[in-house]
């Protein structure tokens, strides 16, 4: 199968933890990045690879693999990490680059 | 720093043909993959097409493949997107994205040309 596939809305409290994941078959080949988006803007990539964070993004945010799920973790939620997440990947079997369908975070 | 700015987009009725832009600037594009995603007004981001790095290939998603087309010009670090036989599904916001560290992460977006496509 080449989709990826989110919750579409994650709730958390304001300085809790919240993981938002991202489940696929590609996932068990290929790590996801996460992207972050604001209404009105465009992404911002907050995690690439096995788990990396590009300068200026703060450190916490962090993600991490299991079989076929990624997850992006959010340890001590702010109320500026409200957002929508997108993990996005690549198919297996050919070079088309896939997006989950998003989840909406609120911080509560 | 980094900055892509894309351009282009507008109001066209089924059937027609546009073609974006994207500027880039702060790298050069003849060393990076470029990216084209969009954004149904509502929905999430879909992945349009891939131009890789040494210019050598292209790919693109299902509902644009054989109407769509990517391009570049490395003198001038333009990228562009010929998108002919417009449907109103199409409609969307169109975003450049540098592909970095691997190909199919991107890692730097512009903010988006609209384009709406209806009669």
């Known amino acids: 199968s080449s989709e990826l596939t989110q919750d579409p809305a994650v709730s958390v409290a304001l300085g809790q933890t919240v993981k938002i994941t991202c489940q696929g078959d590609s996932l068990r080949r290929f790590f996801a990045s996460w992207y972050q988006q604001k209404p009105g803007q465009a992404p911002v990539i907050v995690i690439y690879?096995?788990?990396n964070r590009p300068s200026g993004i703060p450190d916490r945010f962090s993600g991490s693999n299991s079989r076929n799920t990624s997850s992006l973790t959010i340890t001590g939620a702010q109320a500026e990490d409200e957002a929508d997440y997108y993990c996005n990947s690549r198919d297996s079997t050919n070079n088309h680059v896939l997006f989950g369908g998003g989840t909406k975070l609120t911080v509560l | 720093q980094v900055q892509l700015m894309e351009s282009g987009g507008g109001v066209v009725q089924p059937g027609r043909s546009l073609r974006l832009s994207c500027a880039a600037s702060g790298f050069r594009m003849k060393d990076y993959g470029m990216h084209w995603v969009r954004q149904a007004p509502g929905k999430g981001l879909e992945w349009v097409s891939v131009?890789?790095?040494?210019?050598?290939?292209?790919h693109y998603g299902d509902s644009v493949n054989g109407r769509f087309t990517v391009s570049r010009d490395i003198a001038r670090d333009m990228l562009f997107l010929q998108m002919n036989d417009l449907r109103v599904e199409d409609t969307a916001v169109y975003f450049c994205?540098?592909?970095?560290?691997?190909?199919?992460?991107?890692?730097?977006w512009g903010q988006g040309t609209l384009v709406a496509v209806s009669s």
């Open positions: 690879g096995k788990n």
């Open positions: 994205a540098r592909a970095g560290g691997s190909w199919y992460y991107l890692d730097y």
């Open positions: 131009l890789w790095e040494d210019g050598s290939k292209t």
